[in-house]
């Protein structure tokens, strides 16, 4: 009979029974400019209704709106004058980090974006701000990697299909199937938004690299 407990990963990273620390943060992309050009639609939605009232989108207009273009070129189509349309910074954040729990004890390499697009658009005038809102806005993706050292316990993953994928002790990382990854990541951004405060450590550990990064490299 094997007396081994028995634990499920997806239900630990829950739990409150299991406190959770980050161990680090990487960033493996860091992008921040002005005015890139964005879809001609996305521009035209931020203007107010007065302006969208007096500029319909006509039939002319509609086979545009996929189209890339800056503010400028985007106020030059709709005979605006330049500036009416605000341009936006956009924000692209890409980084890793592992969290730790040291009483199971278990660590996870996770990865992290604040979008999933090419790049979040944003209108706020104040960059600091605006930075800081986007590093809180962080969603796990992609691979998941388990260091599982403990010969003591049994640790399994179960996806979205309740298949169990037995992760073995050892003294490297384990990287999860991807129907796994997908659940622990699923869990991971389900227990940020429901719970924020479960994970608040992790957030204020992104947000401050995330900023010091932004101030290292443009010396501010």
């Keep these: 009979m094997n007396d081994t407990p028995s634990f499920i990963l997806q239900d630990i990273l829950t739990k409150p029974d299991f406190i959770f620390r980050t161990h680090n943060v990487k960033i493996d992309k860091f992008i921040i400019q002005k005015n890139l050009p964005m879809m001609f639609l996305a521009h035209y939605d931020s203007l107010p209704d007065d302006i969208k ?35 936006a910074t956009h924000i692209k954040i890409s980084g890793t980090t592992v969290i730790v729990c ?12 604040n979008t999933a697009k090419e790049s979040q658009a944003t209108y706020h005038s104040d960059i600091d701000q605006s930075l800081n809102a986007e590093a809180g806005n962080f969603v796990f993706a992609g691979n998941v990697n388990v260091l599982h050292k403990s010969t003591a316990k049994t640790l399994t993953s179960v996806d979205f299909s309740e298949e169990e994928y037995i992760i073995e002790p050892s003294d490297g990382y384990t990287r999860l199937p991807n129907a796994h990854a997908l659940s622990t990541t699923h869990t991971l ?9 479960t994970l608040s450590y992790l957030q204020q550990s992104i947000q401050d690299k995330i900023m010091s990064h932004y101030h290292d490299q443009f010396g501010i």
Excluded: W, Y
């Excluded at 951004?189 to 405060?197: E, F, G, I, W």
């Design 102 to 113: 040291d009483d199971f004890p278990l660590a996870l390499h996770l990865s992290f974006t």
């Design 53 to 87: 009232t007096q500029k319909p989108l006509d039939l002319s207009l509609l086979k545009m709106m996929n189209e890339k273009v800056t503010a400028q070129e985007a106020c030059r189509i709709l005979e605006l004058p330049t500036g009416t349309i605000q341009a």
């Design 189 to 197: 951004n389900t227990l940020k938004d429901n719970s924020p405060q």
